[in-house]
Every structure is written in structure tokens, then in C-alpha cells.
């Protein structure tokens, strides 16, 4: 039966159905928009916040708070949301493990709604705190959720339409983050009375994906591969499939069970260990911590005092930095449609290029303001530019490669150690940024300067290309580099090491067979020699 099932013509192989992008739309809406809608929301009420800060400081101890201590506890306000996202990318390989990748993200959204409360009733308890346990809880939320979406969407499309459904996230990262400017303006919630509605608006998009994400079935290499269940995967195959002829990619899927059936899900430490994936691990690390050092939330979290510092006027700021989210979406859509065309690594290159260029031009242009009118003008030109060049690739491409270079058992781990690793930067430059700034002045984007350009020179000499490649394909491609190193190690007679799609195996004399043939039943799968 199941057999019936998988077979059809394959006209509607590789084609995005209504399924996947409806998939795409209703994964990201509820996770990927909330994570850039906190990290902007923040940005045009700062200076409200920072009057209730200190109002409810005068009512308990009968004194204002200084300057400094403003200062800091807003920035732990701010960067509280990058701390949560740590603690959640933690949880991540358990909960996907099990709840399966659509479960997690739906039982997840209770974090979102208890942040949103605290937040949205602070100011009538008079209770600053809940501000910042409420951006603690939605933050440990895009944690979990910023690992898992790209995660559900590269199991769940085909290996041609991977890299478009994989950087939809960041499109609506780049809305949430417009959404944010948007209703930020005086005109709309930007008045000092709205902004505990503004921070609690996140509940609506959650309880969008709350009511309709579980009519949508589970990852298949999931429901394979980890729950072993045949009947469930040809039903979420067909779901996402349509009318195709499956046959080929759940055969692809076998040979990944079949090679690690007697492996479990690794945990991180296990994945630091692995040799095998050494090079995967680090090429994680350096795309996603370049992600967040490369300036971005610099932007994102003060980029009405950029634009003051600027040279902007005051009472156009606000909607300078709206223009600037228009492009962001802009961007977004162009690195969206094209990533499948001109693959994951010229978007990884040409966006931290070219961010790492607007870097170094806001610090010149800065310097030169002060002599040279117009030069305030090349500073927001080279924020835009940031901006621009981060959403085109480095937004969403980090998060798509980090679940393509590893196969079943390890992508959870890497995805651990990718989100630890991002959110611990978010941190760092979201808390340290203002007093950087203060202390370094105009030469405080340098830093980021050199960390865009690196980042962009690792990709080009070690990274490959995956545009279109299944997972074993993808771990295979880096087998080769991982066996000569193994072989320098000079294994004793008899026995030599092999890269197995990117794991090793040792073997006594043997030759290893890597072809097999599949013949499916309706009860369960078989395995033929």
C-alpha cells in the first residue's frame, strides 16, 4: 500500500505546493517575525522606559537614578532577550527530540504569551521588573524557535527548493523588525501612554501559529528516521508533495537511518568530540557568531541614536529608520529568490563584504561630518548599506547551513552550539555597544569591519557550496578533508579509517559497501544488500 502511495508520475517533484510555503509563512510568522519584532520594539519607547525606570525608583527610595545607572539597566532590558535566547537554544535537541520540530514550535508559543502579559501589565503594576522577565521568556522563546524553524524547513522541502524555504525566516525577521519601526511612529503606538501595548503585541502572531501550525504534519526525516514510523512519512510526504513521486528521497532517507541506526542522537559534547565533523562544528561557529558580531543589533538596538549622532534631526528619525526597514524587506526577498539560483556562499560573501564596506564608511564618515557637511548623509547611506547587506544573506543563510552540514544524528547538537554561540554574541554587543560607543567613539565600528571581512574570508576558502545537494551529499563533501587529517594520525596495520558521509568507520581489510537497494511493504522498510 505504501508502495502505491510513493508512486506517481513525479510531475510535481520539487515544486512548491501550497503545503510548504503555507508551512513556511505560518512557522516563521510566529517565530521568526517575534525575534526581529523584539529586537527593534525596544528602540523608539526607550526613552519612556527609561522614565518608568526611574519614576518607580523615586516611589520605592525617594531618589532619581543616576545617568550611569539608567544606562545599565536598560541595557540589561535590552540584552536580557539575547540571555533568554541562550538559555532556549539550549533546550533545543530535547524538545526536538521529543516533540518532534512542529510540536516544539507550538508548545513553545506559551512562552510568548506569559512574556507578552508581564511585559503589557508592568507599567499598570508599577513593577519595572516584568519588562525584563517578559523579554527574558519571549527571548528563551526565539531561542528554541530560531534553531527549529530552519530546522522543520530544510526536513521538509526538497533538496531544490531548500535554500528558498530556508531564508523565508529571514524575510520575516526583516518584517518583524519593520512591523516594529512601523508602529513605533508618534502617529500610530509611538506616544508615551502605548508602549506596554507596543512590547505585548508579540501574542498576536503566536496565537496565529497556535491555532493553525498543528494541522500540518510532522517532519518526515523526523517521523523516519527518529520515530521509525513508514506510514506517517509517506502521509507528511504527501502532504508536502503533492502528487510527486517520493520513492528517491525516502529511499535517500533509508540510506541516512540505515548508516546511523545504531547511532542515537548526539548530544553537544559528543558533538565536540567528533573528529569527523570538526570542520562542520567550526564553520558553524564562525557564520553564526559572525552573524551577531558583525554589527547588526549595534544597528537594530540604537539605530535612533545612530541616526542622531548622525546628524539627523530629531524629529525625522523616526522615519528615517522606517525607510530603513522597507529596505530590509526589500533585501530580504532579493537574497530569498535568488539563493537557489546563485547558491549560499556568494550571498555568505557579498552580504559581509559588503557590510564589513559600511562599517568601515560609517567610521570615516563620522570622523569627516564635523568638517564636511554632507557627510551625515554617507553615514545613514552606510547603515542602510549594513542593513541591506545583512538581510540579502547573513540573516537567514547562517541558520539554513547549520542544519545542512550535518546529517540526523548530529543537526540538534549543531544546532545547540550554532544558537549558544549566536545569542551569546547578541549579548555581547547589545549590552557592550553603548558603552563602546561612549569610549571609542566613531573607530567602534571598525571592530565590526574586520569581523564581517573574516567571517567572509572563512566562507570563501572553507565553506562549500550546498545549493542543491542532498545532506549525505553535503557531509560527504567534507569527508575528504576530515580522512586526510585522520590519516596523518597513522593507524596501526591492518586497519585504515574512512569517511562514511562525514563519520567515521574503521575497517579490517574490507571493502565498504555504500550502494544499496530498497524494496518497501506496508509494514515496515528492507533492506537489501
Known amino acids: 500500500m505504501a508502495e502505491e502511495i510513493l508512486i506517481d508520475d513525479g510531475k510535481s517533484k520539487g515544486r512548491l505546493t501550497s503545503s510548504l510555503l503555507a508551512v513556511a509563512l505560518l512557522s516563521s510568522v510566529g517565530s521568526s517575525m517575534l525575534y526581529g519584532y523584539n529586537l527593534a520594539v525596544v528602540n523608539h519607547p526607550a526613552q519612556y522606559i ?175 528516521i527518529e520515530k521509525h514510523n513508514i506510514h506517517a512519512t509517506v502521509a507528511a510526504l504527501k502532504t508536502y508533495r503533492g502528487k510527486a513521486n517520493n520513492q528517491e528521497e525516502v529511499e535517500e532517507m533509508q540510506e541516512e537511518q540505515h548508516f546511523h541506526s545504531s547511532v542515537q542522537t548526539v548530544s553537544v559534547c559528543e558533538l565536540l568530540r567528533d573528529r569527523t565533523v570538526r570542520w562542520q562544528v567550526l564553520s558553524v561557529a564562525v557564520v553564526n557568531m559572525g552573524m551577531q558580531l558583525s554589527g547588526i543589533d549595534a544597528i537594530w538596538f540604537y539605530t535612533n541614536s545612530i541616526f542622531e549622532n548622525a546628524g539627523i534631526h530629531a524629529s525625522q528619525v523616526q522615519y528615517t529608520t522606517v525607510g530603513t526597514g522597507a529596505i530590509e524587506v526589500i533585501a530580504g526577498l532579493v537574497g530569498c529568490f535568488t539563493i537557489e539560483r546563485i547558491g549560499r556562499k556568494p550571498l555568505l560573501i557579498g552580504g559581509f563584504g559588503f557590510m564589513g564596506i559600511c562599517c568601515s564608511g560609517i567610521t570615516f564618515s563620522l570622523i569627516l561630518q564635523a568638517r564636511v557637511p554632507f557627510m551625515h548623509y554617507i553615514s545613514v547611506a552606510c547603515v542602510v548599506g549594513i542593513i541591506a547587506g545583512f538581510c540579502i544573506g547573513p540573516a537567514g543563510v547562517p541558520f539554513l547551513v547549520t542544519g545542512e552540514l550535518f546529517t540526523q544524528s548530529h543537526r540538534p547538537a549543531a544546532y545547540i552550539v550554532g544558537g549558544a554561540l549566536n545569542w551569546l554574541s547578541n549579548f555581547t554587543v547589545g549590552f557592550l555597544f553603548p558603552f563602546l560607543q561612549m569610549s571609542a567613539g566613531a573607530f567602534c565600528y571598525l571592530v565590526f569591519f574586520g569581523v564581517c571581512i573574516g567571517v567572509a574570508v572563512y566562507v570563501y576558502f572553507i565553506i562549500p557550496e550546498t545549493k542543491n545537494k542532498t545532506f549525505m551529499e553535503i557531509s560527504q563533501m567534507f569527508a575528504s578533508t576530515s580522512e586526510q587529517e585522520v590519516g596523518a594520525l597513522g593507524v596501526g596495520a591492518g586497519f585504515s579509517l574512512k569517511q562514511v558521509n562525514g563519520y567515521g568507520s574503521m575497517e579490517n581489510g574490507c571493502t565498504l559497501i555504500t550502494e544499496e537497494s530498497y524494496t518497501w511493504s506496508s509494514d515496515e522498510t528492507e533492506y537489501r544488500d
Request: aromatic share 12%.
Open 50 to 224: 527609561k522614565e518608568f525606570f526611574n519614576l518607580t525608583t523615586v516611589e520605592r527610595y525617594g531618589t532619581s537614578m543616576s545617568t550611569e545607572g539608567l544606562t545599565v539597566l536598560y541595557s540589561v532590558t535590552v540584552s536580557i532577550f539575547a540571555l533568554g535566547g541562550l538559555v532556549g537554544s539550549f533546550t533545543v535537541r530535547m524538545l526536538v527530540t521529543k516533540f518532534g520540530r512542529k510540536g516544539t514550535l507550538v508548545k513553545s508559543t506559551a512562552l510568548v504569551f506569559a512574556g507578552s502579559g508581564l511585559m503589557g501589565f508592568s507599567r499598570a503594576f508599577g513593577v519595572p521588573e516584568m519588562i525584563i522577565v517578559g523579554r527574558f521568556l519571549t527571548g528563551v522563546h526565539s531561542g528554541i524557535a530560531l534553531s527549529v524553524v530552519p530546522m522543520y524547513l530544510g526536513e521538509i522541502a526538497p533538496k531544490n527548493l531548500r535554500g528558498f524555504l530556508g531564508l523565508v525566516p529571514s524575510i520575516f525577521i526583516c518584517i518583524g523588525v519593520f512591523f516594529a519601526q512601523i508602529l513605533g511612529l508618534q502617529e500610530i503606538l509611538g506616544e508615551e501612554q502605548h508602549w506596554p501595548l507596543f512590547l505585548s503585541l508579540t501574542a498576536v502572531p503566536a496565537f496565529i501559529q497556535l491555532m493553525l501550525l498543528p494541522w500540518f504534519p510532522e517532519s518526515p526525516r523526523y517521523l523516519l
